[in-house]
């Protein structure tokens, strides 16, 4: 529809089907090869079967664009080993991502907070212990808070817990103190008698929650205080929903995150995958944030400090 004109699917990824349409093509004409993780070259570990699968693709093009941001924390071989192969260079999404991430990560106009939600703390306790020297404060929602909690002593029954990673959990809120950097818990949660749109569910505040219910959502005193410690931000990034948002019953403190976060005057980032989803699922549109990323995995291990294998290639001279 963009291009007004037919774009040819390949049957194959980098095989002869690959190769007679890239072949064929004429000057401005535009063909689509097969989803690349239909190869398992694509995701190996062997070095040495990913660059047969990006020697394979090298042959097909005289450059290459990487333009896939939510990919280039991936080590595979369209997106690492290809590029050194042929002229490269970062596309317009990557550049744009780059940047606003570089904004999160030097110098960020203050306060600067964070917004972290989501099913498990294993998947961000390494971002929140980078962004220790860089948030003033963090707001821990969703599935992960109840790990959390229970590390400060609360009762938080069927919910969703990591129970092997409360020492860490606590090294990291005593840490947090002794910076000086403010973490932000639920303070009611809404307790469900089963994970189901349809399951019964009451109030508790975080003190009195019942060892058989399971929390699908923030409270309406969690929300109020969100709203609040969010009024005054300069600078938010938000990554993980605060509750099962699929279930329009428990979608109200995600609903009540990216409210108030749509409210925050200077830099808003939704950092990409389930995030994103739910804003757009909510029905806000993408001009109440400063960027929406595409890149969930990709934007949380940039914050962590990590290289991201995607970028690095991108970054060599080519």
């Keep these: 529809e963009l291009l007004g004109g037919e774009v040819t699917l390949a049957g194959d990824v980098a095989g002869p089907a690959a190769a007679g349409v890239a072949a064929g093509l004429a000057d401005g004409q535009v063909a689509m090869l097969e989803n690349v993780r ?20 090298a042959a097909l093009a005289q450059l290459y664009v990487g333009d896939g941001f939510g990919a280039m924390h991936r080590r595979h071989a369209s997106v690492y080993d290809l590029p050194a192969l042929l002229p490269h260079a970062a596309g317009y999404l990557v550049l744009a991502e780059v940047a606003v991430l570089r904004r999160l990560t030097q110098d960020p106009a203050r306060p600067y907070v964070v917004v972290l939600g989501g099913a498990k703390p294993s998947d961000k306790l390494a971002v929140i212990e980078n962004l220790l020297d860089k948030a003033d404060r963090l707001l821990i929602v969703g599935g992960m808070s109840y ?38 818990l639920p303070v009611d949660l809404v307790g469900a008698t089963g994970f189901a749109p349809d399951a019964k569910h009451e109030v508790y505040p975080v003190t009195a929650f019942p060892a058989d219910r399971e929390s699908l959502d923030m409270g309406p005193a969690t929300r109020a205080l969100l709203a609040d410690k969010l009024a005054d931000a300069q600078t938010v990034f938000w990554n993980g929903p605060a509750g099962v948002f699929e279930f329009p ?27 994103a989803a739910a ?8 001009d109440a944030f400063t960027h929406i990323s595409t890149g969930g995995g990709a934007s949380l291990e940039y914050l ?3 290289e991201l294998p995607g970028l690095a290639a991108l970054e060599d001279a080519g």
């Excluded at 804003?279 to 993408?286: I, M, T």
């Design 304 to 306: 962590e400090g990590m």
């Design 279 to 286: 804003v757009r699922a909510l029905g806000f549109s993408g």
């Design 38 to 57: 239909f190869e398992p070259a694509e995701t190996s570990k062997d070095d040495g079967q990913r660059a047969g699968l990006a020697a394979r693709l």
């Design 147 to 184: 790990t959390f909690l229970k590390a400060r002593g609360h009762e938080v029954g069927h919910s969703l817990l990591e129970a092997d990673k409360i020492p860490q959990v606590t090294a990291v809120l005593a840490e947090a103190a002794r910076r000086g950097v403010e973490i932000v």
């Design 249 to 275: 019953a428990f979608a109200l403190g995600t609903r009540a995150v990216a409210e108030a976060i749509s409210r925050v005057g200077g830099l808003t980032v939704v950092g990409g995958g389930d995030s």
